[in-house]
């Protein structure tokens, strides 16, 4: 583990169903997690990768997306930030805002050298719904772009043009999708949230998935296997930490209620199983919503819990 640590905020809400994400790096601060890394050892700096919040508000559907424009424009932020920030000798936690920012964060990580970049995608849902068309009527998951994340970093084919072209990877002249089987595991994902052609996609193209049910059998051994996976491949690993792999029923400040998740001590002890390897570089947390804690204390209890995955052996 470095001794440095870079927390890289991103207040936005652009890709998202409904606002308070933009509160998360502001209360996560607030609850210590600075400080209590320091305690730890750590130097850390606080970077901001917005000027101001990146606010909900109501969009009209355009291109089967609401707020198209306004998530580019986070993630050309986010991507311009990270780029100097991972070409230094520190660890960024990245901290959301909605998990339409992570494709900026991969490809900020990735370059068009020979480096073999993965991840970690834990996470509630795969994130692979597609923009709405005419053949079908708008809903929540088929409008927001967050619930798009990986139809865009793998290329699926009817995700937006606009996104694809600005994760495509170009190495030797060859355009690249960031994301494929070869350098990725989903983990935790709880299995009922799958669409059928969800799974066919995963199936077609022969993605290492281990869902929820998988996980809360053995975590740190869930963990440990798909971490060995990975690391045989890949020379660095991003750590894409969705709270919404937490069951909502047990710990509720997930943005998007999900209530087929883990414990929110056994994505802890994964968590910390990730933060070991020694190809880690980085962490991005998302879809945390303040606004479901008014009183503060889930938000102490997943900093206090993000800073233990940091503990040095």
Same mark, same amino acid.
Request: glycine share 8%; net charge negative.
């Given at each position: 583990?470095?001794?440095?640590?870079?927390?890289?905020?991103?207040?936005?809400?652009?890709?998202?169903?409904?606002?308070?994400?933009?509160?998360?790096?502001?209360? %996560?601060?607030?609850?210590? +997690? $600075? /400080?209590?890394?320091?305690?730890? !050892?750590?130097?850390?700096? *606080?970077?901001?990768? &917005?000027?101001?919040?990146?606010?909900?508000?109501?969009?009209?559907?355009?291109?089967?997306?609401?707020?198209?424009?306004?998530?580019?424009?986070?993630?050309?932020?986010?991507?311009?930030?990270?780029?100097?920030?991972?070409?230094?000798?520190?660890?960024?936690?990245?901290?959301?805002?909605?998990?339409?920012?992570?494709?900026?964060?991969?490809?900020?990580?990735?370059?068009?050298?020979?480096?073999?970049?993965?991840?970690?995608?834990?996470?509630?849902?795969?994130?692979?719904?597609?923009?709405?068309?005419?053949?079908?009527?708008?809903?929540?998951?088929?409008?927001? %772009?967050?619930?798009?994340? +990986? $139809? /865009?970093?793998?290329?699926?084919? !009817?995700?937006?043009?606009? *996104?694809?072209?600005? &994760?495509?990877?170009?190495?030797?002249?060859?355009?690249?999708?960031?994301?494929?089987?070869?350098?990725?595991?989903?983990?935790?994902?709880?299995?009922?949230?799958?669409?059928?052609?969800?799974?066919?996609?995963?199936?077609?193209?022969?993605?290492?998935?281990?869902?929820?049910?998988?996980?809360?059998?053995?975590?740190?051994?869930?963990?440990?296997?798909?971490?060995?996976?990975?690391?045989?491949?890949?020379?660095?690993?991003?750590?894409?930490?969705?709270?919404?792999?937490?069951?909502?029923?047990?710990?509720?400040?997930?943005?998007?209620?999900?209530?087929?998740? %883990?414990?929110?001590?056994?994505?802890?002890?994964?968590?910390?199983?990730?933060?070991?390897?020694?190809?880690?570089?980085?962490?991005?947390?998302?879809?945390?919503?303040?606004?479901?804690?008014?009183?503060?204390?889930?938000?102490?209890?997943?900093?206090?819990?993000?800073?233990?995955?940091?503990?040095?052996?």
């Amino acid at each position: 583990m470095k001794d440095s640590i870079t927390i890289v905020t991103v207040p936005s809400e652009a890709g998202t169903h409904w606002g308070g994400q933009a509160k998360a790096p502001a209360a %996560l601060l607030g609850a210590g +997690l $600075t /400080h209590k890394l320091e305690l730890k !050892g750590f130097d850390t700096t *606080i970077v901001s990768a &917005l000027r101001e919040p990146h606010l909900w508000a109501p969009h009209p559907l355009k291109n089967g997306v609401r707020n198209e424009k306004g998530v580019l424009e986070v993630m050309q932020d986010v991507r311009a930030t990270l780029l100097p920030v991972f070409s230094s000798d520190t660890v960024p936690i990245v901290i959301g805002g909605d998990c339409s920012i992570t494709p900026a964060v991969l490809s900020a990580l990735s370059g068009p050298d020979s480096r073999r970049v993965g991840m970690i995608y834990f996470d509630g849902d795969v994130d692979l719904s597609l923009p709405t068309s005419e053949n079908r009527p708008p809903d929540s998951d088929a409008c927001v %772009l967050d619930s798009m994340v +990986l $139809t /865009h970093l793998t290329g699926r084919r !009817g995700g937006l043009s606009s *996104i694809r072209d600005f &994760l495509l990877l170009k190495h030797e002249g060859v355009a690249e999708a960031l994301v494929t089987a070869s350098n990725t595991v989903l983990f935790g994902f709880d299995p009922e949230q799958l669409k059928p052609e969800h799974w066919l996609f995963l199936l077609e193209n022969q993605f290492k998935a281990i869902g929820a049910p998988r996980v809360r059998e053995s975590p740190v051994a869930a963990a440990a296997e798909a971490l060995s996976w990975l690391e045989a491949r890949c020379d660095y690993i991003l750590v894409h930490f969705d709270l919404d792999v937490v069951s909502s029923e047990q710990f509720p400040l997930g943005n998007y209620p999900h209530y087929g998740g %883990l414990l929110f001590e056994d994505a802890m002890e994964c968590l910390k199983e990730f933060m070991h390897s020694n190809k880690l570089a980085g962490l991005v947390v998302t879809e945390v919503n303040p606004g479901n804690d008014p009183g503060g204390r889930l938000v102490e209890r997943l900093v206090d819990g993000i800073v233990e995955t940091f503990e040095r052996d």
